[in-house]
């Protein structure tokens, strides 16, 4: 149980190019979902908090209009990364909280790469 | 301040050896939470442990253990019988307050078990 689907898993494209993200809770609903990105070598660093039907609360530093995202239902987020440029490139990871008395459960990851 | 330390940034073990990798954390608030995850080269997150801040006992799941230390303000990950497929980074991570919050991660310890 508690399997996140995380989709792409790998993304190249062009600098300017918008690219969208996907995290599905497949077999239980999320409360509440994070968006994380890890850089080569480091540690995953959390980006955004979102909650179904409100406004994602984003960590300090991250900009909400290059990052965009939608929680449209308690099994969907969706980060969209706008105008991408090649300092964009990271690997993006979402897990998904099904009460607060669990550890977050995670996707695969998406690793972009911008050109 | 919330702030969360592993100061191994790699370890090399033998193969069946008891594994310890260190984690500290600092904060004032009573209510948190204790993760550690595995993250092989493919990058996906795998949840292994959890301790609650009120949790009088250490929490074990099969070969991996907590060594929770309150006072000291440590939760150190203990790998019994160590196997191959153990080689990954590990990260430790805090949920600080109320259980929705994103996590906190430590630098992680990168393990490599030998033959």
């Known amino acids: 149980g508690a399997v996140v689907s995380q989709h792409p898993s790998r993304v190249i494209c062009k600098s300017g190019t918008s690219v969208k993200i996907e995290c599905r809770s497949l077999d239980f609903q999320a409360t509440t979902m994070f968006w994380y990105r890890q850089f080569p070598k480091q540690s995953l660093m959390l980006m955004a908090t979102s909650n179904e039907g409100s406004k994602a609360t984003y960590e300090q530093g991250v900009e909400k209009d290059k990052f965009l995202i939608n929680h449209a239902s308690l099994t969907l987020s969706t980060l969209t990364v706008t105008s991408a440029h090649p300092e964009d490139s990271s690997f993006y990871i979402c897990?998904?909280?099904?009460?607060?008395?669990?550890?977050?459960?995670f996707g695969d990851g998406t690793r972009l790469s911008i050109l | 301040a919330q702030k969360i330390t592993q100061t191994q940034p790699g370890m090399f073990v033998q193969e069946k050896e008891a594994v310890t990798l260190d984690c500290t954390y600092d904060?004032?608030?009573?209510?948190?939470?204790l993760f550690w995850y595995k993250q092989p080269s493919s990058g996906e997150m795998i949840f292994l442990i959890y301790?609650?801040?009120?949790?009088?006992q250490n929490a074990t799941e099969g070969r991996y253990s907590l060594n929770f230390q309150k006072a000291r303000k440590s939760a150190n990950l203990v790998i019994s019988a160590s196997q191959l497929g153990d080689s990954a980074m590990y990260f430790c991570?805090?949920?600080f307050g109320g259980g929705a919050d994103g996590l906190t991660f430590g630098k992680g310890t990168h393990l490599i078990i030998q033959p």
């Open positions: 991570a805090m949920r």
């Open positions: 301790q609650g801040s009120y949790d009088q």
């Open positions: 904060t004032s608030d009573p209510s948190y939470g």
């Open positions: 897990s998904a909280l099904e009460n607060s008395n669990q550890p977050q459960h």
